[in-house]
């Protein structure tokens, strides 16, 4: 996604695709394994995104 020539991080459209459907982040954290805060501190870039476990 480009908005104004500024890329998006992974939490920004995590976050856009949660809201897009209507999910809270307990929702999305339930769909994924991982804790509601785990959700918080990806979509506001305060934690780093190493991607899902294999």
């Known amino acids: 996604m480009i908005v104004e020539g500024e890329l998006f991080s992974i939490g920004q459209r ?11 982040q307990k929702m999305l954290g339930d769909l994924i394994g991982r804790p ?12 780093p995104w190493i991607g899902f476990p294999s």
């Open 14 to 24: 995590m976050k856009w695709w949660r809201e897009r459907r209507g999910y809270s």
């Open 36 to 47: 509601e805060n785990w959700v918080y501190k990806i979509e506001n870039d305060r934690m």
